[in-house]
């Protein structure tokens, strides 16, 4: 059967003009398709052919199953349709996947009604509205769900939906890391109902501050939990199209933590978890500002623990840290409540004493304090004792403010340090002047070589049996612009303590080997050139190299050289002291122990260093003639360095009964003030003595 053909037997049997049809005409939204009892199409509106992509022309006469069903459906779709035409089964309205021109899945909602024409034909009706939209809609909606909930489960966050009243209308708690929210549902309760008072009304007004905004709003509370506070922080967001609030929750304690921790290590030393410099001076400046308030005396305390850095160096850092945790721990058990304890740096601590009753009551702390080292330390089954230097400066007495009450406390304590150790101090203004000298000293020392402020003078010693200069002593003299004249005792120990003696002491060792050369050439004779060397020095591990080189640069013999050490180079014991002496020693320069008789006067010095002179000091030279004590130690003295083959020079000879007593005593030479004081090279060079 062609096609025309169908079209009127179609058309014959059927009418599309009424008002129904028309409007399916007009209606291209939806698919309307109308098939006869052998399943032809015998309508096809617009819709239709937007729905399933095939003309009028194309679909009329074909049948539904060849058109529009997939293969799967086939036989159902022809069994229903005649089951509807012979027993009156409806086909119900269903959501379908149908197909599209080309076997293209396209989901559909298909209704379907029966009608018989004038002719007694019976005539199905499908409405088909597509859902391709709908169902892409409903896919990304799905998506949009699924992400949410793998972001809800991934983050850690309390999500709540909530109206402007408070009440939960949806929330999301992730029971992993929400442990505090109770199970239960809480969609329909309000802020109210689960948080305490005071919390709520931070909601309901950051809530309120949100809306009037528009824009998020942020802020944190806590809850109690267990012995500890949980710190939370709550972000408002307002849905303003919904009238509706976004409120995200975070547990944030761990921040909070490492917030506290970190305010923790800027505040406390970590070694021994005493308040570190910062806190100390702010708790300095409250204690004065309450000191001053209540008229009340106070006291800042300098402990510095003696000789730490010996222990450091032979024990080790490890046992010094120990040493150090320890005695914080001996420091804080002996101060009161009230006290604040502090490690300033180093081995130096700070003790602030508040409400101190005068004087006294603060010296008895001090001796306390003193007192509270007197335990040995016991560390790593090894028995310490530790002493400790004392520095106490007064408020309101010695300073008002911080910085004055620091330097002072600092300036006692060196003050006790001087004072041989193990003691206390307190500040006086004495100790002020002392330490301004000592500040102007050390500035003005930075320059004075390259202005060339130093110089040095010569003491001639002159040897007993032969009545002959045989050689002099080199002693360093400074005159500065500002400060004057500057005697070596006070300036020397200052250029210790600055490091400045390793400069200074290569310019005298070179000064004075230039001008023995000189002061050979022109007696054409030998003589010996003493120069005095500082304990620091020797901490210089390129000594020995720099006073050989200087030798061999003047081109002298090492014997000629004199180096001047005292007891305190011994003292400090150490091996690589030891190995430079022996250096020295094994060159051939001498080595001379200088002051004997004061300090520690140790006699196996001598027996364990190759001296080769010993020079008793003026204080013992002094009191020969007058001290009958005197006299024996000096005679004793010569006696036993003779014994051990070592030459003895007796220093600071100033009268005739001097020099008449050491000749008796078999003294080999002399130097002092008798015979010249020191003097400038030039003196030097025409100076001979008599008798
Ligand atoms: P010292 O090495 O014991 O030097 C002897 C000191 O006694 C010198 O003091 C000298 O001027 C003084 N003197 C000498 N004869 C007499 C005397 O008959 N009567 C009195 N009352 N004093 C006398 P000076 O020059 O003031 O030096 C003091 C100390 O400074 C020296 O003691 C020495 O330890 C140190 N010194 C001087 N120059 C240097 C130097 O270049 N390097 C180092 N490291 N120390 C130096
Ligand atoms: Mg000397
Ligand atoms: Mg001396």
Not at 252 to 275: C, G
Not at 354 to 382: M, S, V, W
Request: charged share 20%; with cysteine; net charge negative.
């Amino acid at each position: 059967m062609d096609l025309e053909k169908i079209d009127t037997l179609l058309t014959h049997q059927y009418v599309f003009n009424d008002p129904l049809h028309q409007l399916f005409n007009a209606v291209d939204a939806i698919s309307v398709q109308g098939y006869d009892e052998e399943r032809r199409v015998i309508y096809w509106n617009q819709g239709s052919e937007l729905v399933y992509g095939y003309t009028e022309q194309e679909a009329k006469g074909k049948k539904l199953e060849d058109l529009i069903i997939p293969d799967a459906m086939r036989e159902i779709v022809i069994s229903a349709h005649g089951d509807w035409l012979s027993k009156g089964i409806e086909i119900p309205a269903a959501e379908l996947t149908l197909w599209r021109k080309g076997k293209q899945d396209i989901p559909v909602y298909s209704s379907h009604v029966l009608f018989t024409n004038q002719f007694g034909k019976k005539q199905m009706y499908c409405i088909d509205i597509d859902l391709t939209n709908v169902k892409l809609a409903q896919a990304q909606a799905m998506l949009k769900q699924h992400m949410l909930e793998t972001i809800f489960a991934a983050i850690p966050d309390m999500f709540f939906l909530v109206e402007t009243d408070g009440t939960i209308i949806d929330y999301h708690v992730n029971p992993e890391n929400n442990h505090q929210i109770v199970p239960k549902s809480l969609i329909g309760q309000t802020i109210t109902d689960i948080l305490p008072d005071v919390i709520t009304h931070k909601f309901q007004t950051n809530i309120a501050k949100a809306l009037l905004q528009g824009e998020m709003i942020s802020f944190e509370y806590s809850l109690p939990k267990q012995d500890d506070l949980t710190h939370f922080e709550a972000r408002i967001n307002t849905l303003q199209k919904y009238n509706q609030i976004m409120v995200i929750i975070r547990d944030i304690t761990e921040q909070h933590k490492s917030a506290e921790l970190i305010r923790h290590q800027a505040f406390y030393d970590s070694l021994t978890l005493l308040p570190n410099r910062f806190l100390s001076l702010d708790r300095l400046s409250q204690l004065l500002l309450e000191a001053e308030r209540n008229n009340e005396k106070a006291a800042v305390v300098f402990l510095d623990i003696d000789d730490f850095k010996k222990i450091n160096d032979s024990l080790g850092h490890e046992i010094g840290d120990k040493l150090l945790v320890h005695a914080s721990k001996r420091l804080q058990q002996f101060l009161q409540n009230q006290d604040t304890v502090g490690r300033l740096g180093g081995d130096e601590f700070i003790i602030l004493l508040k409400g101190i009753g005068g004087h006294h009551n603060a010296t008895l702390i001090a001796e306390d304090l003193l007192q509270a080292f007197r335990q040995p330390f016991n560390i790593d089954n090894r028995e310490l004792v530790l002493t400790v230097s004392i520095g106490v400066a007064m408020y309101p007495n010695n300073g008002c403010t911080v910085s004055d009450l620091l330097r002072n406390a600092d300036t006692a304590m060196y003050q006790a340090k001087s004072l041989g150790r193990n003691t206390y101090s307190f500040f006086t203004q004495e100790m002020n002047n002392v330490m301004q000298r000592r500040f102007e000293i050390e500035e003005q020392m930075h320059v004075a070589i390259e202005r060339k402020e130093f110089t040095l003078f010569f003491q001639p010693q002159i040897c007993l049996k032969s009545h002959k200069i045989v050689g002099a002593e080199a002693l360093l003299r400074w005159h500065n612009p500002v400060l004057g004249n500057v005697t070596p005792d006070e300036f020397i120990p200052i250029a210790e303590q600055t490091g400045l003696i390793i400069p200074i002491g290569e310019f005298v060792l070179k000064q004075a080997l230039t001008f023995l050369v000189e002061w050979q050439a022109k007696d054409n004779c030998e003589y010996t050139m003493a120069v005095n060397l500082s304990p620091c020095q020797f901490r210089d591990n390129r000594l020995y190299e720099f006073i050989s080189q200087t030798l061999s640069k003047y081109d002298l013999s090492p014997k000629l050289l004199e180096l001047e050490i005292t007891e305190g180079v011994l003292l400090h014991g150490k091996a690589d002291i030891h190995n430079t002496l022996i250096e020295i020693s094994e060159s051939g320069i001498h080595l001379s122990m200088d002051d004997f008789g004061t300090g520690y006067s140790s006699l196996s010095y001598l027996r364990q260093y190759p001296f080769d002179v010993l020079k008793i000091d003026r204080s013992f030279i002094n009191g020969i003639s007058s001290n009958q004590a005197d006299l024996n130690l000096v005679k004793a003295t010569i006696a036993m360095a003779h014994s051990l083959g070592l030459t003895v020079v007796a220093e600071g000879v100033e009268t005739k009964e001097q020099l008449t007593l050491l000749e008796e005593l078999n003294c080999d030479a002399v130097q002092g003030y008798y015979f010249s004081k020191p003097l400038p090279k030039n003196e030097l060079l025409n100076f001979s003595a008599s008798f």
